[in-house]
């Protein structure tokens, strides 16, 4: 027996097919982040790195720094430690960006591997600076406004340079017509 064929696709409803692959190819490399978080993996040699980078960042920016293992302490005359958490590490934000970059349809796996290539050493960067800055906030404003700046600050800012990396890809990846449905501004044609 033959299967009724089935209508062809108005533009409406192909940008909303297109846009539900997405969603589903997302979701499906984003189950990595889920399983490494389910097994409770650690992530010590990757805090160990960032430990080792964080420390001397701090030193280089003037700061007086001792490490011992994860925990580092800053200061002299009001010196303060802080550890080097699993989450310290941007691995989320680095996971979250790798999702995104394989999830979009339409771009070649050379294309791919130099857009995460790209985009990995950028967040890596950004987190080192986060790191910085809230070793900053607390020498020059104390504990709550460096608690304030990482818990909700940084928090969004990591999301945020995820994203612009993200579009910033996808422009430079000429992918815009297969992501209409995500940013207006990456349609042809505009600034």
Not at 180 to 190: A, D, I, N, T, V
Request: glycine share 10%.
């Amino acid at each position: 027996m033959r299967m009724p064929r089935l209508p062809k696709l108005t533009k409406e409803q192909q940008r909303l097919w297109r846009t539900l692959q997405f969603i589903i190819r997302f979701t499906a490399f984003s189950i990595p982040l889920y399983l490494i978080i389910w097994l409770n993996a650690g992530m010590l040699p990757l805090q160990l790195i960032v430990a080792d980078h964080a420390t001397w960042a701090i030193g280089a920016a003037g700061f007086d720094v001792g490490r011992e293992g994860l925990l580092l302490s800053v200061g002299r005359d009001r010196p303060f430690t802080f550890l080097i958490g699993e989450d310290c590490t941007g691995w989320k934000s680095m996971l979250a960006f790798v999702a995104l970059v394989v999830a979009t349809l339409g771009a070649s796996p050379r294309k791919r591997a130099l857009g995460i290539a790209a985009g990995m050493p950028l967040i890596y960067l950004g987190n080192l600076a986060r790191i910085l800055l809230v070793v900053m906030a607390e020498a020059a404003y104390g504990y709550e406004a460096a608690l304030f700046l990482h818990d909700w600050l940084w928090q969004a800012g990591l999301i945020a340079l995820v994203l612009v990396l993200w579009l910033g890809w996808l422009r430079y990846d000429s992918l815009r017509s297969r992501m209409e449905p995500f940013c207006g501004m990456l349609r042809k044609g505009s600034g």
